[in-house]
Nanobody, 122 residues
């Protein structure tokens, strides 16, 4: 009943920029924290950035000063603006959301998107 769908990934040269979006849809009453993770080939999934409902954001040290997370609560959407991209940023990027769904039952849980590939290469 709840879906998260990411978009905006692609191939970009080092130093370039991309903006990822993640839209949550379905029987949603409220969304609390929203986060971006990434997983490079052969590596564990790592937390990239988090944003609370009030807009408080936190970042992994590896992306501080280059990435910006934001959200539009009216649109149930979280964004990740990625600037000064490096080859080591290459990964599948996933969003997740801690939310309260209303169907089929009232339930608070963490939902994940399917991921979007970001490749940084010349």
């Amino acid at each position: 009943q709840v879906q998260l769908v990411e978009s905006g990934g692609g191939l970009v040269q080092p130093g370039g920029s991309l903006r990822l979006s993640c839209v949550a849809s379905g029987s949603i009453f409220s969304i609390y924290g929203m986060n971006w993770y990434r997983q490079a080939t052969g590596k564990q999934r790592e937390l990239v950035a988090t944003i609370a409902k009030d807009g408080t954001a936190n970042y992994a040290d590896s992306v501080k000063g280059r990435f910006t997370i934001s959200r539009d609560n009216a649109k149930n959407t979280v964004y990740l603006q990625m600037n000064s991209l490096k080859p080591e940023d290459t990964a599948v990027y996933y969003c997740n959301a801690d939310l309260l769904a209303t169907l089929p039952t009232v339930r608070r849980d963490v939902y994940w998107g399917q991921g979007t590939q970001v490749t940084v290469s010349s």
